[in-house]
């Protein structure tokens, strides 16, 4: 059920993909964030929550400067950088040595945390909002991971069919820039324009939407896809997070990006066991 796929990283050993998914720890530093603004700004709160996440289990960490939930005020370059560099730096010199990707959609954000050390880009505009960030991650040979967020309307007679036309623009932006399509990874992006319909819609049918064989992220924790659901607060919408974690999981997601480390990597584990058999060892 789940593709294979070999991700190079510079410098460090490659992500594998595939019946074993990955946990990506949220670190957000921003003051605003819609789930935990301001409870790790602050480099120091920061370097705190990247350690609890990788004792939880954490593969990859995924550090954020600028808050994407609606209403949200933009944040300037040098704001940004303020708030990822100098927690990029601390983190490096804890000796952390997991991946790292930053989230941004700024090409100068982007490569001054690569030259810091991240390793992958998270990029909610899909390399489509900025034509030099294609550019940077086939400069430093990085993967992107690609979401989709298309604001306008399109003539596509379904979501699925608009994601696939979405991200095929996508690929062709990062081909152009001379990135590999096999250094993309695809995020369906849960509500970023999606009603709620639409959003269990798309859990449901994970694959129709991305590019075939292409690795998925799939980022649903704490959203209001949950909250409007279960009429509930952010902070409350664990088992909530839970259920689509291990739903995308069935249906072919290979990297989870999540808030609650422990919680959700364990759900994981039990999820493959069930698809695939426990570990042989385990008897």
Known sequence: MHSTHTIALPNRSPLILGRTALVMGILNVTPDSFSDGGRHAGVELARAHARQMIAEGADILDIGGESTRPGAAPVGVQEELDRVM????????????????????????????????????????GLQGAPEMAEIAALHKVPVIAMHWQRAATEAASLAEAMQAYFTDSIAIAEAAGLQRDRLIADPGFGFGKSLAENYALLN??????????????????KSMIGKLLGNQADER????????????????????????????????????TLYGPPAQLG
């Open 205 to 222: 049918d994970l694959t129709a939407a991305c590019p075939p064989g292409m690795p998925i992220l799939v980022g649903t924790s704490r």
């Open 238 to 273: 664990l088992a909530g997070t839970i259920a689509t974690t291990v739903l995308g999981y069935l249906r072919g997601g290979h990297i989870f990006r999540v808030h609650d480390v422990r919680a959700n990597r364990d759900a994981l584990r039990v999820a493959e066991a």
């Open 86 to 125: 100098p927690v990029l730096d601390a983190l490096r010199a804890d000796g952390v040595d997991l991946p790292i990707s930053i989230d941004t959609y700024k090409p100068l954000v982007a490569d001054q945390a690569i030259q810091a050390g991240a390793s992958i880009i998270n990029d909610v505009h």
